[in-house]
């Protein structure tokens, strides 16, 4: 069964094994060239226990040294292995992204390792009168990936006029947030039962 997020946590910190969740606290931003949507630009604060490998083997380093970009790097083909873990749809179709992000860089902020990254659209639709649907999430929900508030979406300057971000936060029912709960490091559940979706946040991008 597959466990998509979980070969990252087995990168980012063998403490994190010990749960059957972790958290990354997203914030992310749309970024556009004149009329078209390029890209997203996402910040993902992991928690302090998936954190603590990383920090560990990035000791006393600066920002920016190679020991920083080699942990960065390391994360990032995880993520890329996983299509960004994201899916951003327009018009029922499932908008394509680049295999690689444009620039991505790990850094420390206190007890917690932070991954930025622009997420790279293939190829850019116009964002007059459109709407677009963006998901980021792990599909065995063994990680809760997460935006803690709406402001944790942004647009830039160009687009603040005329386009309008909202977040939709789902209600699981009961039972399934229980069994979402019952399951520990060794199981995963079935891929039909497509678990981290039930539990994705949902980002609306309309412009006009």
């Given at each position: ?169 789902p209600q699981p029912s009961d039972s399934l947030k229980q069994y979402a709960l019952s399951l520990d490091k060794a199981d995963a559940p079935p891929e039909e ?16």
């Amino acid at each position: 069964m597959k466990r998509a997020f979980f070969c990252l946590l087995l990168l980012m910190s063998s403490a994190a094994t010990a749960h059957p969740h972790s958290f990354i606290d997203m914030k992310t931003e749309v970024v556009a060239d004149g009329e078209r949507f390029t890209g997203l630009k996402m910040t993902w604060t992991m928690d302090e226990i998936t954190s603590a490998d990383l920090l560990y083997d990035a000791g006393d380093a600066k920002p920016g040294t190679e020991v920083w970009k080699k942990l960065a790097a390391g994360v990032m083909a995880n993520v890329l292995g996983q299509h960004y873990f994201s899916e951003v749809w327009h018009n029922k179709q499932r908008v394509k992204f680049l295999n690689l992000p444009k620039e991505y860089h790990l850094s420390r902020k206190g007890n917690k390792a932070v991954l930025e990254f622009i997420l790279p659209l293939a190829e850019p639709p116009r964002l007059d009168g459109q709407r677009f649907e963006i998901l980021t999430f792990d599909p065995t929900y063994f990680v809760d990936m997460f935006y803690d508030k709406a402001e944790a979406l942004s647009l830039p300057p160009a687009l603040q006029s005329r386009c309008h971000i909202e977040l939709n936060t789902p209600q699981p029912s009961d039972s399934l947030k229980q069994y979402a709960l019952s399951l520990d490091k060794a199981d995963a559940p079935p891929e039909e039962v497509d678990l981290g979706r039930q539990f994705a946040q949902t980002v609306m991008l309309t412009c006009h």
